[in-house]
């Protein structure tokens, strides 16, 4: 089969070296968590510097979701986790008592695997966020709206149909739809949870290109399980393996010369 | 009948499709399956048989003893007699009470639901007592529900309110619309409940995490994203809610009905006169029973009719509700 070809791909020697300048940005400092009794992360310790795309590798089940979704609390969503270790974005401890967790979702923005817009107008889905946080004059809103979906590339697509339903839009153009809902409130983190695995290789490529385009302003984590995107898209990659960080570096050489035999048989399609 | 292999007739130049069409041909009759899909039509159709009966039955006896006259007359006289009768206060009555039960079940049914659906820790104890609470609520025969009514709301809450407001005068501390509403609230609330909780958990999930995930609070993302959406099954709920309480009478029975009054109910505590009762009394009380009949038949029929209306109205809201969810929400 053909690759895709993309037409941006970023040098990744010149981004990790840029990388490895910048002060880390995210700080995972030994966290493991807890379904339960169960033990789903492993003392994980990973610093992700600013404005550069780190990849989530690994096979089903080996916690790097979970570990994505520690980075925006949703976590707390659910019954019965417990998460032990510190995560530091910008310098805070995000599971300090005294954390909003409100204002911390709104710093770190999430991408879900299956596009979920609200079952409002596309207009409407951009606005929602905008809304909650206070923005209320029709003029700035349609500023905002606008900037959004010209970030997210979805612009041309929607401009005349704006007040339409989100919902009839296909399925690629639904996730960039939510990835300028995201990027509307203006975050600096973007969360993408495996955002291109419900999508055709067209629409796929599409939102690759977008997320090149935004590292140049946001810190991007994705978690994929489609290697060439990993490859194609990130300046670092983390291997998880049941729960455990196998091995972190620049994605070139994770996927060129890991340092570790479970990381290379992964990358290589040997197992996984 | 003889078994073949497949195949074994067939010339070699048949083409494959040929071959597949006799593979696949049963070569048995299949008794039970015909016996069973026999069955199951003919339970279908003494199902429908018994409605057909009764309505026709209603229609073709009650049709010509219904007149505007009929429907808009408040008896003064005799209302057994077809000439002075008229159910204009029941038809006022029946309605009242349902509409007064819908803006109390509502609110309280839906609210109920959310706190089970979205808040509740689903092992915790309390979540299910309530749930039990809830279904057993549902399997209490109405009578109950009636003398809990005459119990609590006349003689526990409406004595007190008279205590307190009227100087012991018996204003809230007797039968009246109102305490029959709440009773009926109170009986048909587990339908609310149940109908609300299906719609919530109807709601992708999906939903609910994109809110949360843009800083909604847990509030904002009910009021505007879930509850929005869960609007359509809601309102199943009420017309559910209201199909069972119109026709009910045995729980209004201490609580509010009256066998007969001059006027209009006007005040949440006045008695009130209603279709379902006046059947029965009608049926039960009538001196001359031959006279009686037709008006009998016409009463039965105004109150499908109401019923049915009421339902109507709710159903078409629910239609425009869930156009508009799907042309943009």
Redesign the interface.
């Given at each position: 089969m053909a690759e895709i070809s993309i037409p941006k791909l970023a040098p990744p020697t010149t981004s990790v070296s840029a990388a490895q300048t910048n002060t880390p940005f995210i700080e995972i400092e030994d966290v493991s968590l807890f379904y339960g009794a169960s033990k789903a992360l492993k003392n994980i310790s990973l610093k992700l510097e600013e404005k550069v795309v780190t990849a989530f590798i690994g096979p089903s089940g080996c916690g790097k979701s979970t570990l994505l979704r520690c980075l925006?609390r949703?976590n707390d969503?659910i019954?019965n986790v417990r998460i032990d270790g510190a995560i530091k974005i910008g310098g805070h401890d995000i599971y300090a008592s005294d954390v909003d967790v409100?204002?911390l979702?709104?710093r770190v923005?999430?991408v879900?695997q299956?596009s979920?817009?609200?079952?409002?107008?596309i207009y409407?889905n951009v606005a929602?966020?905008l809304r909650?946080?206070g923005m209320k004059a029709k003029s700035d809103l349609d500023a905002r709206i606008e900037e959004c979906l010209r970030a997210s590339a979805l612009w041309d697509e929607v401009k005349d149909r704006l007040?339409?339903?989100a919902l009839g839009l296909s399925g690629g153009q639904q996730q960039r739809l939510?990835i300028a809902?995201?990027i509307a409130?203006k975050p600096e983190v973007i969360l993408m949870d495996e955002p291109a695995s419900a999508l055709d290789p067209i629409a796929t490529a599409r939102i690759e290109d977008l997320i090149l385009e935004l590292k140049k302003e946001f810190t991007i984590v994705i978690v994929t399980h489609n290697m060439q995107q990993a490859a194609r898209i990130s300046d670092q990659t983390a291997f998880f393996y049941i729960g455990e960080l196998v091995e972190f570096g620049a994605t070139a050489k994770i996927f060129t010369n890991p340092a570790q035999k479970r990381t290379e048989d992964y990358v290589s399609g040997r197992f996984g | 009948m003889n078994t073949v292999t497949p195949g074994q007739y067939l010339p070699e130049s048949a083409s494959d499709t040929t071959r597949m069409t006799r593979h696949f041909r049963a070569e048995k009759f299949d008794f039970w399956s015909f016996f069973f899909s026999g069955l199951t039509g003919l339970a279908t159709l003494f199902i429908l048989g018994i409605l057909a009966t009764i309505l026709l039955n209603i229609i073709v006896n009650g049709w010509s003893a219904i007149s505007w006259h009929f429907v808009s007359t408040i008896p003064k006289k005799d209302f057994f007699d077809a000439n002075t009768t008229g159910v204009l206060p029941m038809i006022v009555g029946t309605a009242f009470r349902v509409i007064v039960m819908t803006i109390f079940v509502i609110p309280v049914g839906v609210i109920t639901a959310i706190y089970l659906t979205e808040y509740a820790?689903n092992?915790s104890v309390i979540t299910r007592i309530i749930r039990a609470a809830v279904n057993n609520l549902a399997g209490v025969p109405s009578i109950v529900f009636g003398l809990f009514g005459l119990g609590f709301f006349i003689n526990f809450v409406g004595k007190n309110l008279d205590k307190v407001l009227h100087n012991s005068r018996a204003v809230w501390g007797q039968p009246a619309l109102i305490w029959a509403s709440l009773t009926l609230a109170v009986m048909t609330l587990p339908v609310v409940i149940v109908a609300t909780e299906e719609s919530l958990k109807a709601i992708?999930p999906?939903?609910r995490?994109?809110?949360?995930?843009?800083?909604?609070?847990k509030l904002?993302t009910i009021l505007?994203?879930v509850l929005p959406?869960a609007l359509p099954g809601i309102m199943t709920g009420g017309i559910l809610a209201v199909s069972r309480a119109a026709g009910e009478v045995a729980p209004i029975l201490f609580t509010g009905v009256a066998y007969y009054m001059a006027s209009l109910p006007a005040h949440l505590s006045d008695q009130f006169m209603d279709l379902g009762y006046h059947i029965f009394v009608l049926s039960t009380q009538s001196p001359n029973i031959e006279q009686t009949r037709p008006i009998l038949y016409a009463t039965v029929l105004v109150l499908l009719l109401l019923t049915f209306a009421l339902n109507i109205v709710a159903i078409l809201i629910r239609a425009r509700v869930r156009k508009k969810?799907?042309?943009?929400?």
């Open positions: 925006n949703m969503l019954d409100i204002e979702r709104k923005g999430m879900f299956k979920n817009p609200f079952p409002k107008t409407e929602y966020g909650l946080h007040n339409s339903s939510c809902r995201a409130i | 820790a092992t992708p999906g939903l995490e994109a809110s949360l995930a843009l800083g909604a609070t904002e505007k994203i959406q969810l799907r042309a943009l929400g």
